[in-house]
C-alpha cells in the first residue's frame, strides 16, 4: 500500500478565472492553467511519484499529461474520481446563484453535508464515492509514493478525507494554493488509513475506517 499521497489539483480553465462554476462539465485548461501546470510540474519532478493518475476531467487529464511528461510517467484513468455535480449551477456565475438563490445559497456554503444544488449530489455522496474509490487506489497499488490528479474542488475533498483539512469554499479556488499536497499516509493514521468524514447528522467529524 502506498506509504505517501501526492494530491494535485488540475490547472484552472476559464471557467475558473470567469467564477462559474465548473462542476463536471468538461472545459479544457485555459493559458493560465497551462502555465500554474508548468510550475507544479518542476516541483512534482523533484520528488516524482511512482504511479501518476488521474481523474477523467478533461482539465485533469491535460494537467497530468504535462506532469507526467516532466517525471516520465503516462497517467492512468481512475474511475470514481468525478468532480462534484452541482446539477443546475453548472455554467452559472457564483455571485449570481447568491443573488437569485440567497436562502439555498447560504444552506450549501454551511451545511454542504446534506444539501444539493437543484439536480446535484451533497458533499456527504460525493465523499461516499471518492472514499470508495480512494481504498481501491492505496489497497491494490504496489507504489509507494501516488500522485493523482483531481478537479477543484473534488483536490480538497480527498485531503478532508485523508489529513481533515477544511474543504473551504467550494466555489471558489484558492489563489493561494500550492497546487499540490504531499500526505505522508503512514504518519497521518495508526494502524493504517483511516479517513475522515463529518458526521451530517451531527456536525462532528468521525473516522471511517478502510
Known amino acids: 500500500m502506498a506509504d505517501t499521497l501526492v494530491v494535485i489539483r488540475s490547472g484552472a480553465t476559464d471557467y475558473e478565472r470567469q ?12 493559458e493560465q492553467g497551462i ?12 520528488m516524482p511519484p511512482e504511479l501518476l493518475a488521474t481523474s477523467a476531467d478533461p482539465a485533469a487529464q491535460e494537467t497530468a499529461r504535462i506532469i507526467g511528461k516532466r517525471c516520465g ?11 462534484l ?8 456565475e457564483a455571485d449570481d446563484i447568491r443573488r437569485r438563490q440567497p436562502w439555498l445559497h447560504k444552506l450549501w456554503q454551511s451545511s454542504p453535508w446534506s444539501v444539493a444544488p437543484p439536480e446535484g449530489e451533497t458533499l456527504d455522496d460525493a465523499c461516499r464515492r471518492v472514499e470508495a474509490a480512494l481504498e481501491r487506489l492505496l489497497r491494490k497499488t504496489t507504489a509507494e509514493r501516488v500522485a493523482i490528479v483531481l478537479p477543484d474542488p473534488l483536490d480538497r475533498v480527498v485531503r478532508w478525507l485523508t489529513m481533515g483539512q477544511p474543504v473551504g469554499d467550494l466555489w471558489r479556488r484558492d489563489p493561494h494554493d500550492p497546487g499540490f499536497t504531499a500526505i505522508p499516509l503512514d ?4 494502524g493504517g488509513p483511516q479517513p475522515r468524514r463529518l458526521d451530517s447528522t451531527t456536525g462532528e467529524s468521525r473516522s471511517i475506517p478502510i
Open 187 to 190: 504518519q497521518q493514521w495508526e
Open 35 to 46: 502555465a500554474e501546470v508548468e510550475q507544479v510540474a518542476a516541483h512534482v519532478a523533484a
Open 73 to 83: 510517467l503516462e497517467p492512468k484513468l481512475l474511475v470514481g474520481f468525478e468532480n
Open 19 to 30: 467564477g462559474r462554476i465548473r462542476g463536471t462539465l468538461e472545459v479544457p485548461l485555459c
Open 85 to 92: 455535480d452541482l446539477g443546475l449551477w453548472q455554467g452559472s
